[in-house]
C-alpha cells in the first residue's frame, strides 16, 4: 500500500515569491492535515480538509493557504514567503481525521 | 487551549538499558494519544493510538500507557536502531488537528 507522497522533497525561494507544494495521500484517505515543523516551534498544525473542506486552521497568516481536490490530493501555498518561513512542511492523511500517517515533507528554504 | 509536554527533552541509554518517556497532557476531552518515532530528515512514523485511560499498546521494544493526565511510552532492551525523537500528539473535541509535543530525543548507544 503506497504511503503519503509529497512533492518536492526540496524548495529553495527568494524573499517575497510563493510556493506551491503537493501531497497525495494514501488510497482511500479523505481527510488531508498540513504541518510545519521548525527545530524552535516543533511541529504546529497548518490547516485540515476532508471531501475538499477546510475543518479546521491553525493560528498562521493568511498568506498560508491550501485545497483539496475531488480525488483527495492537496496543495498548500504560501504567497510572499518570509525567512520564518524556511521549515519541514508535512503533510499527513487519515481515513475520518484520526490516526494520521505523513509523508516525508518537503523541506523549504527562503534565502 | 490543549497542551503537551514531553519529558525529558533529550535521553542517552546504554544497549538493553530499559527506560521510560512521559507525555503529559491538559486537553479539552481527549479524543485520542498517538505517538510518532522521528528519524532525521524524515517524516514522523505512527506507532500508537491510545483512546482511554488504562488503555495498552506494544509494538516490539515499545509499550505505551495512558492515565488521565499523562502517557508513558516504555523501551524495554533498546538498540542501537531505536535512537530517533519520539513525538507525542493528542487530538481533543476541539477539532481534528493534532497537537504535539516538543519530542524527546533518544540515543541509544553500543
Known amino acids: 500500500k503506497a504511503g503519503v507522497t509529497q512533492t518536492p522533497r526540496y524548495l529553495i525561494k527568494t524573499r517575497g515569491q510563493q510556493v506551491t507544494l503537493s501531497c497525495s495521500p494514501i488510497s482511500g484517505h479523505r481527510s488531508v492535515s498540513w504541518y510545519q515543523q521548525t527545530p524552535g516551534q516543533g511541529l504546529q498544525f497548518l490547516f485540515e480538509?476532508?471531501?475538499?473542506?477546510?475543518?479546521n486552521k491553525g493560528n498562521f497568516p493568511g498568506r498560508f493557504s491550501g485545497r483539496q481536490f475531488s480525488n483527495s490530493r492537496s496543495e498548500m501555498n504560501v504567497s510572499t514567503l518570509e525567512l520564518g518561513d524556511s521549515a519541514l512542511y508535512l503533510c499527513?492523511?487519515?481515513?475520518?481525521?484520526?490516526?494520521?500517517?505523513f509523508g516525508q515533507g518537503t523541506r523549504l528554504t527562503v534565502v | 487551549e490543549d497542551q503537551v509536554t514531553q519529558s525529558p527533552e533529550a535521553l542517552r541509554l546504554q544497549e538493553g538499558e530499559s527506560s521510560s518517556l512521559n507525555c503529559s497532557y491538559t486537553?479539552?476531552?481527549?479524543?485520542?494519544l498517538f505517538w510518532y518515532r522521528q528519524d532525521p530528515g524524515k517524516g514522523p512514523e505512527f506507532l500508537f493510538t491510545l483512546y482511554s485511560a488504562g488503555e495498552e499498546k506494544e509494538k516490539e521494544r515499545l509499550k505505551a500507557t495512558l492515565t488521565k493526565k499523562e502517557s508513558f511510552l516504555h523501551i524495554t532492551a533498546p538498540k542501537p536502531e531505536d535512537s530517533a525523537t519520539y513525538l507525542c500528539?493528542?487530538?481533543?473535541?476541539?477539532?481534528?488537528?493534532?497537537?504535539f509535543g516538543k519530542g524527546t530525543s533518544l540515543l541509544v548507544t553500543p
Open positions: 480538509y476532508f471531501s475538499e473542506t477546510q475543518r
Open positions: 486537553v479539552s476531552g481527549l479524543r485520542g
Open positions: 499527513a492523511s487519515s481515513l475520518s481525521g484520526a490516526e494520521a500517517f
Open positions: 500528539a493528542v487530538n481533543s473535541n476541539s477539532g481534528y488537528a493534532l497537537n
